[in-house]
């Protein structure tokens, strides 16, 4: 089972990728939406949440207040840090689970692990390919004020609390280039999944 990670800032157009190669048959597992799970309420990880940051992260159903919490996080690298402390080991054990799932239903089965902090958390896992969507940091602080109505500050702050463009090229075996056209993206991820369904994984040139 080829197991992919494919990582990209905010705004880089990682789920753009995520989405073709899901088109083309790739399982997609998105690291975000199994955060999400594993913060309902009555999770552990929850729980440690609120432990960690006092009951004012939550929603008057009991629910995480991301907003909130996102406030206090961004600002602060420290309380940023508590966190991850809390959500990376919890999603690892998650995915892999996952993972070997899928790995005993079909061994061929292409799987795409969608993950924004793949610099951030789990650098070193045995990947066999891993995939940077890229476009510059200024950029991408453009596309959050036009597309998610943030404003540019907010939207430098929340860039800036990532992984840099050099850790994530650090570590890419396939760079994406999504500076450029939707077509442009969507032509290097077809060329990416004829690559990977052709048992060329391991080929880093």
Request: glycine content about 6%; aromatic content about 2%.
């Amino acid at each position: 089972m080829p197991l992919i990670a494919l990582t990209g800032g905010i705004a880089s157009g990682k789920s753009t990728i995520a989405r073709r190669l899901a088109e083309h048959g790739a399982l997609v597992v998105d690291a975000d939406a199994l955060v999400r799970e594993l913060q309902q309420p009555g999770t552990p990880v929850l729980a440690a949440i609120v432990e960690a940051f006092g009951e004012g992260v939550l929603l008057p159903d009991g629910g995480l207040d991301r907003a909130a919490l996102g406030a206090r996080i961004f600002a602060d690298p420290e309380a940023r840090s508590r966190l991850n402390a809390i959500v990376h080991p919890a999603v690892q054990e998650e995915s892999a689970r996952r993972f070997r799932e899928v790995l005993a239903d079909d061994p061929e089965r292409v799987v795409v692990y969608d993950v924004p902090l793949l610099v951030e958390a789990r650098p070193d896992d045995p990947w066999d390919l891993v995939v940077v969507a890229h476009a510059p940091a200024a950029l991408r602080v453009e596309r959050l004020v036009a597309h998610r109505g943030m404003a540019a500050s907010a939207a430098a702050e929340r860039v800036a609390a990532q992984a840099s463009d050099d850790e994530r090229l650090a570590i890419a075996d396939v760079v994406v280039d999504t500076a450029g056209s939707l077509d442009s993206t969507l032509e290097q991820a077809d060329a990416l999944w004829s690559r990977l369904s052709s048992g060329r994984v391991g080929d880093r040139s």
